[in-house]
C-alpha cells in the first residue's frame, strides 16, 4: 500500500526526555517536510530534505533534529531543549520540481506527561 | 503583515449555498499556491492548487488567483455539511529564492455548512 506512513500516532514525553517521530514513505519522492500545528493555529515548518544526506532548517527549528540517510525515511527528534513539545507533528513529500504539492502523513501528537 | 492571511472565520453558510474562502499573500514573486482541506483531528488534504491567474475548476471546487492584488480564493459550490472543516491556503516561495520549495501556511479558516 503506497504511502506517507508517521508513527507513534500518540507519544508522550516525559520531562528532560528525547523521543523520535518517525516518517517512512514509498512514493519515491525526492523531498520531505515536518510541520508542526499548535491548536487552532497553520502549519509552521521545522526541517525540510530535498534530497538524501541534505536538509534544512525551517522556521523553528531550535529544539528538534533530523536525518535524512535514505529516501524513504525523514525521523524528527525532539529534543529536551524544546521546552513546549506538545503539538500535532505532521510529516509531508513532494515529488518533481518545487511548485509540486505537498502531501501529508496521519501525524503523530505528541504530549508531555 | 503576516505572509499568509486568511480572512477570519469561523465561517457559516446552509447546505446547497456558495463558500467563498479568502487568502491573501505578500511575496509577489510565489508562482505556486494551494488549498487544503483539514478534517477536526486528522491531517491535511491536498483539494487544489493554481499557478497561472484565472480560475481552475475542479467539480464543485473553484480557485481563483489574482497575482497582482495577490490575492487566492476558494469557492465551494453547492456546499455540503460534509465539507465542514478548516481550510488552509498554502503558498510557496518565488523562484530562486531562499524559500522556493517551502510552503507558509495561513492560520485556516473553520468552515460550517448547516443542514
Known amino acids: 500500500d503506497g504511502g506517507i506512513t508517521q508513527s507513534p500516532k500518540y507519544l508522550f514525553r516525559k520531562e528532560g526526555q528525547n523521543v523520535t517521530l518517525s516518517c517512512e514513505q514509498n512514493?519515491?519522492?525526492?523531498?520531505m517536510y515536518w510541520y508542526r500545528q499548535d491548536p487552532g493555529q497553520g502549519l509552521r515548518l521545522i526541517y525540510y530534505?530535498?534530497?538524501?544526506?541534505?536538509?534544512q532548517k525551517g522556521d523553528i527549528a531550535e529544539g528538534y533534529s533530523v536525518s535524512r540517510e535514505k529516501k524513504e525515511s525523514f525521523p524528527l527528534t525532539v529534543t529536551s531543549a524544546q521546552k513546549n513539545p506538545t503539538a500535532f507533528y505532521l510529516c509531508?513529500?513532494?515529488?518533481?520540481?518545487?511548485?509540486?504539492?505537498?502531501?501529508f502523513g496521519d501525524g503523530t501528537r505528541l504530549s508531555i506527561l | 503583515q503576516k505572509e499568509v492571511e486568511q480572512n477570519s472565520g469561523p465561517l457559516s453558510v446552509p447546505e446547497g449555498a456558495i463558500a467563498s474562502l479568502n487568502c491573501t499573500y505578500s511575496?509577489?514573486?510565489?508562482?505556486?499556491f494551494f488549498w487544503y482541506r483539514q478534517y477536526s483531528g486528522k491531517s491535511p488534504e491536498l483539494i487544489m492548487f493554481?499557478?497561472?491567474?484565472g480560475d481552475k475548476e475542479d467539480g464543485r471546487f473553484t480557485a481563483q488567483l489574482n497575482k497582482a492584488s495577490q490575492y487566492v480564493s476558494l469557492l465551494i459550490r453547492d456546499s455540503q455539511p460534509s465539507d465542514s472543516a478548516t481550510y488552509l491556503c498554502?503558498?510557496?516561495?518565488?523562484?530562486?529564492?531562499?524559500?522556493?520549495?517551502?510552503?507558509?501556511f495561513g492560520q485556516g479558516t473553520i468552515l460550517t455548512v448547516h443542514p
Open positions: 512514493l519515491n519522492h525526492d523531498a
Open positions: 509531508a513529500t513532494r515529488t518533481g520540481n518545487s511548485n509540486q504539492p505537498q502531501h
Open positions: 511575496d509577489r514573486g510565489s508562482q505556486s
Open positions: 493554481i499557478y497561472s491567474n
Open positions: 498554502a503558498v510557496n516561495g518565488r523562484a530562486g529564492g531562499t524559500s522556493y520549495g517551502k510552503l507558509t
Open positions: 530534505s530535498q534530497i538524501v544526506n541534505d536538509f
